[in-house]
């Protein structure tokens, strides 16, 4: 371990092999962080937080502490950080509550940019993209691949799909389906098409992506179909194409705050 001699680590704080933490750091007595993890000088992480391998935690993080939500009452909620994140300066995570998961989870390989901010009981996936300034309120999914521009706020409860690509300045309050382009503020957030650009990067080849597209005209740009009748063509003509399914699944999938559906299309 290289551990700077004026940080601050609680002696029941489990540190292993290979971590480095910066100056005037404070690590709290319920905190894991696992080997190969890097964290910078003056940052805060504390509560029942456990981090995994190879991560790296910039300066002046808050990781860990308690919910902003008036409900709490101490509850012993958790943090959970998987492995290779890069979370950047001055980022806040919070921890989870007693009304909701009890554990807010962050996931594999993503990338958390300056003054972004996770709130209690987040769920976010694998390799996704939050720009500077992002901030999540309380109990919202984001799902693998997602990118999400900077200075974007995204309301309570809401989902972000997979593959998403979300404009910078918008302000999302219902859920944003898988593998689409959206932008706008509440309820002049449209949806501009298919990122095709983030699929492709993935691997997907052009006979999905062309698959994808066809349900999309179906779903957003076919005015004479009922979303169900409209679900129901893409999966029927599409049966086996998973992301055709993953996005008949989360429009049926129960929600609070509806989907997004509106298009930049002129009618």
């Not at 390989?109 to 901030?135: E, F, P, Q």
């Not at 992506?209 to 957003?220: D, E, H, L, N, S």
Request: proline share 4%; hydrophobic share 35%.
């Amino acid at each position: 371990m290289t551990i700077h001699p004026s940080a601050v680590i609680a002696p029941e704080a489990k540190i292993e092999e290979g971590v480095t933490v910066g100056a005037y750091t404070v690590i709290g007595k319920d905190v894991a962080v696992a080997a190969g993890t890097k964290i910078g000088p003056h940052a805060f992480i504390d509560g029942n937080t456990s981090i995994g391998r190879n991560n790296t935690i910039g300066p002046f993080t808050s990781i860990g502490t308690p919910p902003q939500d008036l409900k709490y009452n101490n509850e012993p909620t958790r943090l959970l950080i998987g492995d290779d994140n890069l979370i950047r300066e001055y980022v806040s995570i919070h921890r989870g509550t007693a009304d909701g998961h009890g554990v807010t989870t962050i996931g594999n390989a993503n990338m958390i940019m300056a003054y972004s901010h996770i709130a209690h009981d987040c769920i976010v996936g694998d390799k996704i993209i939050m720009a500077n300034s992002t901030t999540l309120g309380g109990h919202v999914e984001v799902r693998n691949y997602a990118n999400i521009g900077g200075v974007v706020g995204i309301h309570q409860f809401t989902r972000v799909g997979e593959h998403t690509y979300i404009g910078g300045m918008s302000g999302v309050s219902k859920d944003v389906p898988p593998y689409v382009i959206a932008s706008g503020v509440r309820g002049k957030m449209r949806i501009s098409g298919i990122n095709k650009i983030g699929l492709r990067r993935c691997g997907y080849d052009k006979e999905t992506i062309k698959k994808v597209t066809k349900a999309f005209v179906y779903i957003f740009n076919t005015s004479s179909l009922l979303l169900q009748e409209a679900l129901d063509k893409s999966l029927d003509e599409f049966p086996d194409c998973e992301p055709v399914v993953n996005l008949v699944d989360f429009f049926r999938a129960p929600n609070r705050m509806g989907v997004l559906r509106q298009t930049n299309e002129k009618k």
